[in-house]
């Protein structure tokens, strides 16, 4: 039987935040040539395809999701013939890449949306969001930003409002208009002619808006000093996001990749594993949907091990799993303090790698970073000075990722970097953990030798998931199998005994571990620490046939 595996299932991602990955030109500010400089990095830590975010041109309000022109680059990230050369040279070495669309707004700056704000009569006019006021004068509804504040912004010249679930530099789109959908397939056909292997969809559950513009169902009084979730979570987003309309761009976007071999990521942002379903269930429209509960998780057995079942349970495939990003405070710092964060975090990251779906690196996961402290004179994340609470800041998860002691960390010559590097310590660079086995880079990078020796053989990726699987002497042990092989993971606390009878241990991630196949079995037992996790194969393991 011919597999109908896709190469994307089997891959593992790296999320590149190009700002803070590296910078070429000594500016201060990451670049292509930076990226191309070090791709060779990621092909030696084992990740198969890089997601980089937006470089388009931009004035940057929301550091690049603020997009002025599709189809080209922005002279702060380096040009179109640097781009080819990143591309050119990351096939070169195996890898493939993904670029980040932003098809639910635009820039203010966007020559589009110039055109649309000149005139109610212009001839892009209704290629975004325009409604009258409401009777009293206030907005039309009552749909608030994603990032605080209502959606609607007052154009003062017309006297009609446009809809903006970010920021009012960030109009919405209206995807009702048909010419903005032929517009977009031709934004698709020029980077796939360009060579990239996939697209991250922005905003996923935000294209199609409901045509009657009714108000959201309101959860709970809006109240002064909400944080943006606070603020967004007292909705219901009956009307706003998730119409069924927005399917239909995707199937067509799909249609467009498959000659090209290339695939879909929905930044899919629900935190309900049935609202993926939306997307994933037809399977004719993005190929993969990220599942953000990890993002936010409490750590606890319960927690964790709920937040891995129930994408698994509701959506037939298709899950991107990701524990941090650019959006959200790193893993290691959420999930528990220190030396316990971190391998909570990499032990999540193991049961990622076993389960269907393909697992996303954030870039400075696999160095266990936590969030750098960013003092608010340095504040950069136009959020918080919409919504006013610290918190909301994402500059903490944004910082450049250190690549080797001493000034400018390896990152920049230039002796100001856009964000400020904060406590970075040695031990957190690339250089320094490179040479240390127990390293989280080391564990990391041999996490992901294992995944790929596992998704090259036989009958895994086929293999259903079968929870509880382990023998344990704790309920605190969070396990499944897939085919021969058991995942475990111990998300509680005191030491968790799993048995090993006739079992060989692949991985264990308190250790470094030899990438060569097991010779012999691993006796009657293992002793888990707290967030650490193990991976067992059968003594007979024959790894890749
Ligand atoms: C999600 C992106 O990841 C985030 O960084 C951005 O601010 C919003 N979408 C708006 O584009």
Request: aromatic share 12%.
């Amino acid at each position: 039987m011919q597999s109908t595996t896709r190469w994307w299932e089997t891959s593992v991602g790296y999320e590149v935040y190009i700002r803070s990955f590296a910078d070429g030109n000594g500016d201060g500010v990451g670049d292509f040539a930076g990226l191309t400089s070090r791709l060779e990095h990621l092909a030696w830590l084992g990740v198969d395809l890089v997601w980089v975010t937006p470089f388009y041109p931009s004035p940057m309000a929301d550091f690049g999701y603020d997009v002025a022109n599709y189809v080209d680059i922005d002279p702060l990230f380096g040009d179109l013939d640097q781009f080819d050369t990143m591309i050119n040279r990351a096939h070169e070495l195996g890898l493939r890449i993904i670029i980040d669309l932003v098809p639910n707004h635009t820039s203010d700056q966007h020559a589009w949306f110039q055109d649309a704000v000149s005139s109610v009569d212009s001839e892009r006019r209704d290629w975004y969001i325009w409604r009258d006021p409401a009777p009293d004068g206030g907005p039309p509804n009552n749909w608030i930003s994603h990032f605080g504040g209502p959606a609607w912004t007052l154009d003062e010249a017309s006297g009609q409002y446009y809809c903006h679930l970010f920021l009012p530099d960030q109009p919405d789109v209206n995807w009702a208009n048909p010419k903005v959908a032929e517009a977009w397939e031709n934004i698709l056909r020029f980077w796939l002619e360009r060579g990239v292997d996939g697209f991250r969809i922005d905003v996923t559950q935000g294209l199609g808006k409901d045509q009657g513009f009714r108000s959201n169902p309101e959860l709970r009084p809006l109240e002064a000093g909400m944080g943006r979730n606070e603020q967004w979570d007292s909705f219901e987003h009956r009307y706003d996001i998730l119409q069924p309309e927005t399917l239909e761009v995707f199937r067509n976007w799909r249609t467009i990749c498959e000659p090209y071999d290339a695939f879909l990521l929905g930044e899919t942002y629900v935190l309900d594993a049935q609202a993926l379903r939306h997307f994933l269930e037809p399977n004719d429209g993005i190929h993969l949907g990220f599942w953000f509960e990890p993002m936010h998780l409490l750590w606890s057995p319960e927690t964790v091990k709920a937040t891995l079942r129930a994408p698994i349970d509701a959506v037939p495939g298709g899950i991107g799993w990701a524990m941090s990003s650019h959006d959200d405070p790193r893993a290691p710092g959420r999930y528990g303090s220190g030396e316990l964060g971190q391998l909570r975090a990499l032990g999540l990251f193991a049961m990622f790698c076993g389960l269907p779906g393909t697992p996303f690196l954030y870039q400075g996961d696999e160095l266990g970073l936590i969030d750098s402290v960013v003092p608010p004179e340095r504040f950069a994340d136009p959020v918080v000075f919409r919504t006013g609470v610290e918190s909301d800041s994402r500059d903490g998860c944004r910082t450049p990722l250190p690549w080797q002691p001493g000034k400018g960390f390896g990152f920049s010559t230039s002796a100001e970097t856009w964000l400020p590097f904060g406590d970075r310590a040695d031990r957190d660079t690339v250089a320094t953990q490179r040479q240390d086995p127990s390293s989280p880079l080391s564990r990391t990078r041999s996490l992901l030798s294992v995944r790929r020796e596992l998704t090259a053989a036989p009958g895994f990726v086929d293999s259903d998931v079968v929870w509880d699987a382990a023998e344990t002497s704790s309920q605190d042990v969070v396990s499944f199998r897939r085919g021969e092989i058991t995942f475990a993971l111990h998300a509680g606390v005191g030491e968790a005994i799993v048995q090993t009878v006739g079992s060989v241990v692949m991985y264990r991630s308190t250790q470094s571990v030899d990438t060569e196949l097991p010779e012999a079995p691993s006796g009657d037992s293992v002793t888990l620490q707290p967030g650490e996790a193990v991976i067992l194969g059968p003594a007979t393991y024959g790894g890749i046939a």
